[in-house]
């Protein structure tokens, strides 16, 4: 098992720049890919981006790419999503997710591939 805690939604306003954070815990973190998605009310649960174990890979929506940027700290057990240029179109509950495929590959933009997940923290953007 591996426990997942997200941190760091707030409220903010358009423009400003958040950084959340997801701690792990349980079973060893450097195995596993980790993803960001994100879910507005009465909307489905979208990717966000993904980063590899070793870190050395990434993949993000279009949406925020260029604005977001996402890492981790294996020595840390925790990743996080660094936010630039909000927008509130952007308000949602973040979610963290973690996924032990043995390679790194697009499927990670899909949510039912990862094996574990947060309860996610609320990000609200004011215009």
């Known amino acids: 098992q591996v426990q997942l805690v997200e941190s760091g939604g707030r409220l903010v306003q358009a423009g400003d720049s958040l950084r959340l954070s997801c701690a792990a815990s349980?079973?060893?973190?450097?195995?596993?890919?980790m993803g960001w998605f994100r879910q507005a009310p009465g909307k489905e649960r979208e990717f966000v981006a993904a980063i590899s174990w070793s870190g050395r890979t990434t993949d993000y929506a279009d949406s925020v790419k260029c604005r977001f940027t996402i890492s981790r700290d294996n020595a840390k057990n925790t990743v996080y999503l660094q936010m630039n240029s909000l927008k509130p179109e952007d308000t949602a509950v973040y979610y963290c997710a973690a996924d032990s495929a043995p390679f790194f590959s697009r499927s990670l933009t899909v949510p039912g591939e990862y094996d574990y997940w947060g309860q996610g923290t609320q990000l609200t953007v004011s215009s």
């Open positions: 349980g079973r060893t973190f450097a195995n596993y890919h």
